[in-house]
C-alpha cells in the first residue's frame, strides 16, 4: 500500500498527466494484484485513514479523529489478523500513530515525515528509540 497518490499519477488508470512520470512498478502490482477503480476513504487525512485501514474502524471509534490524536491501541489491527492466519507481515515508512506497529513482524519506521536525507528510523522492537541513518529518504524506504 502506498500513500498520497493521486488516481492521475497512477499511470495504471490511463490518466495522462501519468504519462509525464510513468509508474512501471505500480503498475506491474496493479496488474498482478488488485486495482481499485472505485473507493471510499473514510477521512482524508493520512494518519486518520490509516487508523481505519489498520482498525476497520471509523475515526470516531478508532480514536484518531485528527493528524495530532493518537489511536485506540487497545483495538485490534489488521495486521494481528493477518498475523494470526499466517501471513509475514512488515510495514516501512511513515506509521504516525501514537503506539509501536502491532501485528507487524518486521517494521522500519520514520520519525514523524522523516527528513528527506539522512532521516531516523526505528526498527522493529524498538519503537522510539529512532537512529539516524544516511542517506536520500526514498532509497533508504525502498
Not at 472505485?38 to 485528527?66: D, I, K, W
Not at 528527506?116 to 532509497?139: C, I, L, R, V, W
Request: with cysteine; net charge negative.
Amino acid at each position: 500500500m502506498c500513500d498520497d497518490h493521486a488516481m492521475q499519477a497512477i499511470s495504471a488508470y490511463g490518466s495522462p498527466i501519468s504519462k509525464l512520470a510513468p509508474t512501471p512498478n505500480i503498475d506491474r502490482l496493479a496488474e498482478r494484484g488488485m486495482k481499485f477503480n472505485e473507493a471510499f476513504v473514510e477521512n482524508s487525512l493520512s494518519t486518520p485513514s490509516r487508523a481505519c485501514l489498520m482498525t476497520g474502524l471509523y475515526s470516531h471509534q478508532n480514536g484518531q479523529r485528527q493528524l495530532a490524536e493518537g489511536i485506540d491501541s487497545t483495538k485490534t489491527f489488521f495486521s494481528e489478523l493477518l498475523q494470526q492466519a499466517g501471513y509475514s507481515t512488515a510495514v516501512v515508512g511513515k506509521w504516525h500513530m501514537s503506539c509501536s506497529p502491532k501485528g507487524f513482524d518486521y517494521y522500519h519506521v520514520l520519525d514523524d515525515q522523516g527528513q528527506y536525507y539522512n532521516p531516523t528510523f526505528a526498527s522493529t522492537g524498538q519503537y522510539g528509540n529512532f537512529k539516524q541513518e544516511m542517506g536520500y529518504a526514498t532509497d533508504l524506504i525502498t
